[in-house]
């Protein structure tokens, strides 16, 4: 499977940049991990919007959904230019329910929900759930296709279940929003050691780092998580796209 970096901003998005944001790519199918602010116009340049087969959000903060209101619009204008396959499907929890019911707009999007249980077939990919501990009911995602696996932690404190559910994963997307001095301050949220640590304890073959703060030296993040792990660390690089 193909993943392409859309954007790696934690909380708001930096200048002319996106919140933190993941296109995946497998047998032509095409699904967006998150829709936070700034997605929708960077998503662009890697995929023409009506080329997007779905949309999966790990929780309801605006940083990760804020984009959802004009990928709708776009589907509108899509369907009524007969370019959209619609209704357009965005899978999600519906632990929060005004925010799951948002997701449906006027038959030309459509939540689905989805089960920290369950395992979800969507398109080419198997997808399973790990609750997080974040300050809402989050979902850290499994994607695996073709033998080959990509963990996101989406947004989370450090939580042991994840060290299983990543384990053995060819690539962890981890969120590493913290200075180390923050851990305990901070709720929700991991620093680049403890990102490190979870790639470490799960044997994952590669880390790359996302969710980052926009105020401070986000080198001593990055040189926190090589700290703990030695296998192949970095930032999710915006506009990077590997082939899993
Ligand atoms: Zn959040």
């Given at each position: 499977m193909k993943i392409t970096t859309i954007g790696i901003w934690g909380g708001y998005p930096n200048k002319n940049e996106a919140t933190s944001s993941f296109l995946l790519e497998h047998e032509g199918f095409r699904c967006l991990v998150d829709c936070g602010s700034g997605v929708l116009a960077a998503v662009q340049n890697y995929t023409e919007l009506r080329d997007l087969d779905a949309a999966i959000i790990t929780h309801y903060h605006p940083d990760h959904i804020a984009d959802i209101g004009v990928l709708q619009h776009a589907a509108m204008v899509g369907m009524q230019l007969k370019e959209w396959k619609t209704p357009f499907p965005i899978y999600a929890h519906d632990r929060d329910e005004d925010g799951f019911r948002n997701l449906s707009y006027k038959g030309v999007t459509e939540g689905r929900a989805v089960e920290a249980s369950q395992t979800l077939e969507l398109g080419p990919f198997e997808v399973s759930f790990c609750e997080t501990v974040h300050p809402v009911y989050c979902l850290a995602l499994k994607f695996t296709a073709g033998g080959k696996s990509v963990v996101f932690t989406a947004?989370?404190?450090?939580?042991?279940?994840l060290i299983g559910f990543a384990e053995g994963a060819d690539l962890l997307v981890a969120e590493a929003n913290l200075y180390e001095k923050y851990v305990g301050i901070i709720q929700g949220h991991m620093s680049g050691r403890q990102a490190g640590e979870l790639a470490v304890r799960a044997g994952v073959k590669e880390l790359w780092l996302t969710h980052l703060p926009q105020y401070g030296d986000i080198l001593e993040i990055l040189d926190a998580a090589r700290g703990a792990f030695r296998g192949k660390a970095d930032f999710a690089k915006i506009g990077h796209s590997v082939e899993i």
């Open positions: 947004d989370t404190a450090w939580k042991d279940e």
